[in-house]
Every structure is written in structure tokens, then in C-alpha cells.
């Protein structure tokens, strides 16, 4: 984000090129991990729009860090990420369709847990795999969270309402720490 976006302290629409990679950033993304949760999925798709509202929510929000926090590069990439994520959180852009339970998801309790957990928390879980990416890119190494802290940051993402600064807090820890 450069701070041309911001000058004269104005906010400045994203042009239709900015949207349209961003708009591609995001879909690619949610490809990849489609196709690293593939096994539960039968169908996955999004709703334009609500991506299209997301892009410009982040956008707004990295020019009121550079208006009113003077950040004239706007925000870092971990508070633009728990941006982004804020919005995928409450907007719900994408619409995945489970496949069926096989029987061993019907009848052993671990391999049920494991398909109900994806199904509940896809969307958080995706949250947290864009975090991990983003540590791959700035740390070499992935998110470092105990197994029961991950699972203790899904039902927050999910069952809590996390403030969009608090998120940008929390993502801003994780990476420093990862």
C-alpha cells in the first residue's frame, strides 16, 4: 500500500486494477487451501460481492491508520491481514459444501471429531492458514501455536467478537513470535 492511496489526508478509491489483483489474491488463497482440506469438501465457491466489500473495508481501514495514527504506508502486513481476516469473519464470503460423513466418520469418535471440526471451523481455519502463510513469507517458518492454543484461537475467531484493532494485535504477536 503506498501512501499516494492517502494524499491530502483523503481517502482515494482503490482503482479497478488494485480491486481486481486483490480480488485474485484472495481466490487464489482460498484455492490453496480448498486443496490442502479437499478431502472434506464436495463443493466450494464465494459470493463476489462480499469479497469486493472486504477489498475495500481493508483498504478504508489502511487509510484511516495513515489519516489518523500517521502510518502513511497505512498498515503493516499482519494488521492488514487481521483486516481482511476481520472481514472474511464477519461477512462470510465463501460457501463450502461437505461431502457426506463416510462410516468411519459416522461410528469412530476421532475421525468424526476431525470432519465435524473442519466443517465448523472452515472459515477460521482459514483465517489461521493465511496467518501461517504470512509467517512463511516474513519469518521462514510457520505459526507456532500448541495444538490446544490453535484450537483455543478458532472457537475465539468463531464464538467471540474480536475487535478489529484486538485482531490486528493478536496476528501482529503471533507473527513477531512465529
Known sequence: MSAASYSHCKYTPLSNALIVQRFKGLISRFTCYVNDVGCYIK???FVANY???VIIQVDKRAAYHCIFHDMPLGLSEPKALASYC???LKLRPFSVVFRDKTDAE???AADKKLYDDALSYF???FCLHML??????LKGGGLKLSDSREAEL???LKHTDISKGALMVIFEILVDNS
Do not use: H
Open 154 to 156: 478458532e472457537y475465539a
Open 43 to 45: 463443493d466450494a465457491s
Open 51 to 53: 469479497l469486493y466489500d
Open 132 to 137: 501461517d502463510s504470512l509467517c512463511w513469507e
Open 106 to 108: 459416522k461410528t469412530n
Open 86 to 88: 476481520y472481514w472474511i
Open 123 to 125: 472459515t477460521e481455519r
